[in-house]
């Protein structure tokens, strides 16, 4: 355990600040994307029946205000799927940003390297090379896998909405 500690460490370390902040960033929009895949299989399938049954107890569902209580009922389903998306998504587009910026300032450190030493000492910049490198790895690495929840957890909502309306259209033509 301690091994794998100093290993991330000496990554962090290696990578720069900036790393810190990507890694802090990754973990909360994975948090996040776990927080909602959990309300998908888990919450939103007894919230649905809830909302099925609910419908199913009404004794009219054919006039104009049925189908008013039926699309709030629909839209409320709807915003509780997609809550905390867009968050997500944002924080998607958030990773290349910051990834970018530790590429930014780990070059400063290389420029400062070769103005300090006076020339291209390959020994003297590699740091300053892979603190450049690193966070713009982790920071696309971080936005692909939160690229593809975000768009599985979109595809679902949408599908969960599609569902949710032929069950209640279903049962409005009994």
């Not at 530790?102 to 420029?111: K, N």
Request: proline share 2%; aromatic share 6%; glycine share 8%.
């Amino acid at each position: 355990m301690i091994e794998i500690l100093e290993t991330i460490r000496d990554f962090t370390e290696t990578g720069g600040q900036v790393l810190l902040v990507i890694g802090a960033l990754i973990f909360v929009m994975w948090l996040m994307i776990l927080e909602r895949a959990m309300y998908v299989f888990v919450t939103h399938k007894q919230y649905k029946k809830n909302v099925i049954a609910k419908w199913n107890a009404r004794a009219e569902r054919s006039s104009w205000n049925a189908e008013q209580v039926r699309q709030a009922m629909i839209s409320r389903v709807s915003l509780k799927l997609g809550a905390g998306i867009p968050i997500i998504q944002s924080l998607v587009a958030l990773c290349p940003l910051l990834g970018l910026m530790g590429t930014v300032t780990g070059m400063i450190e290389v420029f400062d390297v070769m103005a300090i030493s006076g020339s291209g000492n390959a020994r003297s910049m590699a740091s300053g090379v892979s603190k450049a490198t690193i966070p713009t790895m982790a920071g696309m690495v971080g936005a692909l896998s939160g690229v593809f929840a975000s768009s599985w957890l979109s595809r679902t909502t949408k599908s969960e909405r599609a569902k949710l309306e032929d069950a209640l259209m279903m049962e409005r033509h009994i």
